[in-house]
């Protein structure tokens, strides 16, 4: 989830960068150059993002393994990258993003959306909005029922716990913000922390209280399996400091000493390269430094690919793996015809209500921005006592809704989804292979509407004077593919396409009277709530045709900062790019390890399941047997 453009002038932290955090949270690191590098390790990591470094940090657990991390951006050294209330701003900040912009979508007007995708050691982990919420079991189960072995809740499960680390907010949090939690369901060793900070504004109370009269009911642990519900969602946040725990805090800086493990930084990686003679097999990688220097690099047992959902795939084509069609119109020589790779790209549209909040509690967001006394103490609270505002993130609850409290005719959508073609929304570029995963994808999505078994909607409650909504099963689905004209200089096409399918139209509507339904409760009227520009002053008023109006000029966002799907773990007859075994179809040596695998995106913010993908992906690659292993 990110905030919207509009509503950053509202985020008071960035008053706070510049200032330095009291805390020596930076370990030294040596910088090493291309001329440092061998030729040739065991195990060559395509991005030091959030799987990339999972999957290190375990592969070098074995001293006899040379593990290698090239990673596209830099290392971090700002404490806008640790401190919670900076993560807002972290989205916009082009030094630590890959700065893509999607294609102009047409069914919003043309409008464009980012492509959020970081550029930085920690990739995407280093700059997301911290939250920490986990798919529901059915979701989980739906990729095992897609053809995909063992990756279902109780095989992914073991995961997200290996990976989490979480500690139980304090008796005084607790009683203050109601928070609820079962730690049962997290892990208590692993790198990445889990935790509730210890402060939260009065009015959140207020907001939380106000789902009473909402006919959802609230639950205890959104962990646990079943998270249909308003609930609590710690952060991935240390509790000793109150600073940002991600990838490369909890999986590289602990053991960056180990001699078996060398990050490269600054350097991208241009292209793969193959095997000249026998099966087509991935042998090593051509980098590129900052001064342009390049050097190939070989891999003697496997190259892991994790450049997340637009690089991973972006990086393929430009090897010469990817559709056919489009390569032709390069100058890359085709290596694999493959025409599944950058396709059943997956995010989830959403949309904002915009609003002020005229009778809050003080103390508030808006009170905090223009209180320089306030604020100012706030900074000693956090740098000293590591308490107040500053350790507050995007958001600690969230609404998930089952669709049957959201849209009035639920048989009726279902019924409407069962009679498409399927064929007719989905890109021209797909195939019979693609169209039948996408069949079976659309199966199980329906499936989970008619028995409600996981949420098709989520609201996560920001502490700004706005709201979200989300669809998380959206019908459509996207591409992302390179620029013909540059392959290389230019960033890919990034094309969402979303409100593709008519459908989710229906779905957003359906949200947008509920979200309004919930904003007028009177828990949230009693906080003198005044809808802002460009939502009208009674939107309950607004006929669909004008809510989709409003949407298709302004509310709309394709991204929900979750792009997933790209190179999706599939049977390769259902339009797989990988296996089960994580390794792409078709040439040896070469995995894929990140966002970009998954199948189906789950109801859920996606770092968690990208750290549970990546632990669970080193386990399968320490296991491979055969030559070269
Ligand atoms: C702004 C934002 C907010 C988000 N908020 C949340 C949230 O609150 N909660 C949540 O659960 N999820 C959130 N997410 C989603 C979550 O962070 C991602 O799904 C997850 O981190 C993706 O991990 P990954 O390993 O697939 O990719 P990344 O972590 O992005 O790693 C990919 C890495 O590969 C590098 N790379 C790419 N191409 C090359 C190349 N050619 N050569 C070398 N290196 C390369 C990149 O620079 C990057 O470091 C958010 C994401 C963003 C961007």
Redesign the pocket.
């Known amino acids: 989830?990110?905030f919207p453009l509009v509503a950053l002038s509202a985020i008071v932290g960035l008053a706070a960068v510049g200032h330095s955090l009291p805390h020596n949270a930076r370990p030294a690191q040596v910088k090493r150059a291309l001329a440092d590098v061998s030729d040739t390790y065991d195990y060559i990591v395509?991005?030091?993002?959030?799987?990339?470094l999972?999957v290190a940090n375990r592969l070098t657990e074995d001293p006899k393994k040379k593990v290698l991390v090239?990673?596209?951006?830099e290392l971090g050294d700002t404490i806008d990258l640790l401190l919670p209330n900076a993560?807002a701003t972290?989205?916009q900040n082009a030094r630590y993003?890959?700065n893509f912009t999607s294609v102009p979508q047409t069914n919003i007007n043309g409008r464009t959306d980012k492509g959020?995708?970081?550029?930085?050691?920690?990739?995407?982990?280093?700059?997301?909005?911290?939250?920490?919420?986990r798919p529901s079991k059915a979701d989980l189960d739906a990729w095992a029922t897609l053809g995909n072995k063992g990756w279902d809740w109780n095989g992914l499960i073991p995961y997200f716990k290996k990976a989490t680390k979480f500690t139980a907010p304090s008796v005084q949090s607790i009683s203050s913000y109601g928070y609820t939690f079962d730690a049962s369901f997290y892990g208590n060793g692993g790198p990445v922390q889990a935790s509730f900070p210890p402060f939260q504004w009065p009015f959140q109370k207020t907001c939380l209280e106000a789902w009473n009269g909402m006919d959802i009911p609230f639950i205890k642990e959104g962990a646990s399996g079943s998270k249909s519900g308003v609930i609590w969602v710690p952060n991935?946040l240390d509790p000793v400091n109150e600073t940002r725990s991600y990838?490369r805090t909890a999986y590289y800086d602990p053991i960056r000493t180990r001699p078996n493990y060398v990050l490269l930084y600054n350097?991208?990686?241009?292209k793969l390269v193959f095997s000249t003679s026998g099966p087509l097999a991935a042998k090593g990688v051509l980098?590129k430094g900052k001064d342009g220097t390049t050097k190939t690099i070989f891999a003697a047992k496997e190259i892991i690919l994790?450049?997340?959902?637009?690089?991973?795939p972006?990086?393929l084509q430009r090897s010469g793996v990817g559709p056919k069609a489009i390569l032709a119109r390069t100058n890359i020589p085709l290596v694999l015809d493959f025409p599944e790779v950058g396709q059943n790209f997956q995010d989830q549209p959403n949309f904002f209500a915009y609003f002020s909040l005229t009778k809050q509690p003080i103390p508030n967001p808006d009170y905090w921005r223009a209180n320089a006394t306030y604020n100012a103490e706030t900074w000693v609270n956090y740098t000293q006592h590591h308490g107040g505002p500053y350790t507050l993130?995007?958001g600690n609850n969230a609404a998930f809704m089952p669709i049957s409290a959201v849209v009035d005719d639920v048989a009726e959508l279902i019924g409407a989804a069962k009679a498409q073609n399927p064929a007719t929304y989905l890109p021209s570029t797909y195939t019979p292979a693609l169209l039948k995963g996408y069949k079976a994808q659309l199966a199980i999505m329906l499936n989970h509407f008619q028995h409600d078994s996981s949420p098709a909607f989520e609201t996560p409650f920001a502490s700004g004077p706005f709201q979200a909504m989300s669809v998380q099963k959206p019908l459509s689905r996207g591409t992302v593919f390179l620029n013909t004209t540059d392959p290389f200089n230019s960033q890919p096409l990034i094309d969402y396409r979303v409100m593709s399918n008519p459908l989710d139209w229906d779905m957003a509507v359906a949200a947008f009277r509920y979200l309004i339904k919930y904003l007028s409760t009177p828990g949230m009227q009693s906080l003198g709530l005044v809808y802002q520009s460009p939502i009208p002053a009674n939107p309950g008023n607004l006929t669909d045709a004008q809510i989709i109006d409003l949407m298709k000029a302004s509310l709309m966002a394709a991204s929900f900062?979750?792009?997933?799907g790209t190179c999706a773990m599939l049977p390769k007859d259902m339009g797989g790019v990988v296996g089960s075994d994580l390794l792409v179809y078709g040439i040896k040596g070469l995995s894929i390890?990140?966002?970009?695998v998954i199948p189906l995106l789950p109801s859920?913010?996606?770092?968690?399941?990208?750290y549970a993908i990546?632990e669970k992906a080193a386990d399968l690659i320490k296991g491979r047997s055969g030559p070269g292993h």
């Open positions: 989830m990110v395509i991005g030091g993002g959030t799987a990339g999972t090239i990673e596209h951006g993560t972290l989205s993003m890959w959020y995708a970081a550029a930085v050691v920690g990739g995407s982990s280093s700059v997301n909005g911290m939250f920490m919420d991935t990838a350097t991208n990686v241009q980098v994790s450049a997340g959902t637009f690089g991973s972006w990086l993130a995007l900062a979750h792009p997933s390890v990140d966002a970009s859920c913010h996606t770092t968690q399941l990208t990546a």
